[in-house]
């Protein structure tokens, strides 16, 4: 089995007919988030990704293999969401609250693209976006998760994935009024007991 070891920069320059000619690998974008990976190339080929940690491949990456053969990347249709809307001040704001949760955004011309998930679809259409589901590749800008790493899956994008359904799910609109009721009488509580302190003090 080929081992896959090396990413060559994106100003490398190689001539049309060698790239033309690679192996291709074909990955989600889960998958090219992961820098150890075992996986086949188009035509059955089996090799082992070893990569630095971190790394995320994007569509049109040319890769090294161990013999010295190129692999080209491509990224492979998978369930997205793209996302229009009737301005670009519309779909500048979409950009921004999907940004606000550590989101994966392929940003394209008039439309954004995101992994398929229903709670943000809901957040998205009560902003008043046009949201279709399709299958096709997906190439999330590098930007989104911090230059390599992927915060879809860390702490972060979790507790901001958990607020998204407070928000957008009645049931625990209810749940987070109680909760915010229950912290603001938390402080008032606290000066009570240090006033009957002092009194008590006093008298003695």
Do not use: W
């Amino acid at each position: 089995m080929r081992r896959i070891a090396k990413r060559l920069d994106a100003s490398t320059r190689l001539a049309a007919p060698l790239v033309a000619r690679a192996a291709v690998l074909v990955l989600p974008f889960e998958a090219r988030c992961r820098s150890r990976l075992r996986a086949a190339l188009v035509g059955g080929e089996e090799v082992a990704l070893f990569l630095p940690r971190g790394t995320v491949l994007r569509h049109g990456d040319l890769l090294v293999a161990d013999d010295g053969g190129l692999v080209r990347v491509e990224a492979a249709p998978q369930d997205v969401l793209r996302v229009t809307a009737p301005s670009a001040q519309a779909l500048a704001r979409a950009a921004y609250h999907l940004g606000n949760r550590h989101t994966p955004v392929e940003v394209g011309d008039g439309f954004l693209k995101l992994e398929a998930d229903p709670v943000l679809r809901d957040m998205l259409e009560r902003l008043g976006m046009r949201v279709e589901a399709a299958s096709q590749p997906f190439d999330p800008e590098a930007g989104a998760y911090g230059g390599g790493h992927r915060h879809g899956h860390d702490a972060s994008f979790e507790e901001d994935h958990a607020l998204a359904q407070q928000v957008f799910r009645a049931h625990d609109h209810t749940a987070a009024g109680h909760e915010h009721e229950h912290g603001h009488t938390h402080p008032h509580d606290h000066p009570h007991d240090h006033l009957h302190e002092h009194d008590h003090r006093h008298g003695h």
